[in-house]
């Protein structure tokens, strides 16, 4: 049974959207999207950590 009721800082559903533009720089600058296509023709976009883990 999963627990819940657990905020997550990054869930989007509980951020407030002016608290989230606040957090974007600190993010952008810690991971960068990267985005690629499968060979089934599906764009995957994910978040990597910059400069290694």
């Known amino acids: 049974m999963p ?5 997550n800082p990054l869930d989007l559903r509980t951020v ?7 957090l974007m720089p600190a993010l952008n ?3 960068r999207w ?3 296509r499968t060979p089934s023709g599906d ?5 990597l950590p ?3 883990a």
Do not use: E, W
């Not at 627990?3 to 905020?7: A, F, G, K, L």
């Not at 407030?16 to 606040?22: A, E, N, T």
């Open 29 to 31: 600058r810690c991971f």
């Open 34 to 36: 990267v985005t690629h």
């Open 3 to 7: 627990i819940r009721n657990i905020p």
């Open 43 to 47: 764009t995957i976009s994910h978040l």
């Open 16 to 22: 407030s959207f002016p608290k989230f533009l606040h």
């Open 50 to 52: 910059v400069g290694g």
